[in-house]
């Protein structure tokens, strides 16, 4: 099955809300993997829009599940270049970075807990619940922000 530039963009979308029925349902690891998982696609979006050679396979993406790599790629693709929320889009991508894990589809609730904590992003004020909610809200800006810059490519 081949998947393309509009496969991508509609799967990140379907990932994100997937994402927010789960963390509705108050589990956050499943929440936030689709989440990441929404942007890590829409990134893939933006750079196979971008540049045929990704679409047709003629230019390895080498990348794996690394969503700061995928950013740097499309950065210097030019894709946000003229996009006027480029910063906050890429500040989220990076904190999104930072806490998603492509292995966070296998662990539970407690395993990320423990793992957002040791990082510092939980503490005795700040749990999971708020963490987790604000990580979607990220993820949903940057999948709006990428949805923009797609339609404007």
Request: with cysteine.
């Amino acid at each position: 099955m081949k998947v393309g530039e509009s496969d991508y963009r509609k799967g990140a979308k379907q990932r994100l809300a997937e994402a927010g029925v789960l963390l509705r349902a108050g589990n956050s690891s499943g929440s936030v993997y689709l989440a990441g998982r929404a942007v890590e696609g829409m990134l893939r979006a933006l750079i196979w829009r971008q540049d045929s050679g990704y679409a047709t396979g003629k230019t390895p993406l080498d990348t794996g599940h690394d969503l700061r790599e995928l950013l740097k790629l499309a950065e210097n693709l030019g894709i946000m270049a003229a996009y006027s929320d480029r910063r906050l889009l890429k500040d989220d991508v990076q904190m999104i970075a930072r806490l998603w894990l492509n292995n966070t589809r296998f662990i539970p609730d407690r395993k990320l807990h423990g793992h957002w904590y040791n990082i510092g992003e939980l503490n005795n004020r700040r749990k999971l619940e708020r963490a987790s909610s604000e990580f979607y809200d990220a993820c949903s800006a940057v999948i709006k922000g990428c949805e923009v810059i797609c339609n404007d490519l």
